[in-house]
């Protein structure tokens, strides 16, 4: 048995919803970990699934939904342009609290506020995504993996 095996299994026995979805998530997307066929890979993926759905299946879903979205955003990276006047200078209003164990402060929460440093908009509703014709390399990269 891998590692990697026994971090999945680690993560049924935890129980922790969102670690239950993303062992199953990079088990159905082939990432990790290393089947010896893909009826194994099949019946992880299943056992894995049960679990968080029984843990918490409103979490686990939320957490799997997450997971595709970012895994689309990849393959296709895109960026946020302000509705009103299209720049990208783009900043939303977040909240970072104080972690003491690494000594510095840590984002917490990022609201969907949304400002526009070119033209002061502001706007829960500012934000239109559009694709990045010319995707930074280490994107491309990944995205090919
Ligand atoms: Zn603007």
Redesign the pocket.
């Known amino acids: 048995m891998r590692i990697s095996h026994l971090q999945a299994l680690a993560d049924i026995v935890l129980g922790d919803p969102e670690a239950l979805a993303l062992a199953y998530h990079e088990t159905i997307t082939g990432a990790e970990p290393v089947f010896e066929s893909n009826a194994a890979r099949g019946r992880f993926a299943v056992a894995l699934k049960a679990v968080g759905m029984a843990t918490d299946a409103a979490r686990f879903q939320a957490a799997f939904t997450k997971l595709q979205q970012a895994a689309g955003r990849k393959d296709k990276p895109v960026e946020p342009a302000?509705?009103?006047?299209?720049?990208t200078?783009?900043t939303r209003d977040a909240f970072a609290g104080w972690d003491s164990d690494t000594q510095q402060w840590v984002l917490s929460a990022i609201y969907q506020s949304t400002t526009?440093h070119?033209?002061?908009?502001e706007s829960d509703d500012?934000c239109r995504w559009k694709p990045i014709k010319n995707p930074p390399d280490e994107l491309l990269s990944q995205a090919s993996q």
């Not at 302000?82 to 720049?87: A, E, L, T, V, Y």
């Not at 070119?118 to 908009?121: E, I, K, N, Q, T």
Request: hydrophobic residues 30%; glycine residues 8%.
């Open positions: 302000c509705r009103d006047c299209g720049s200078n783009l526009c070119a033209c002061d908009a500012l």
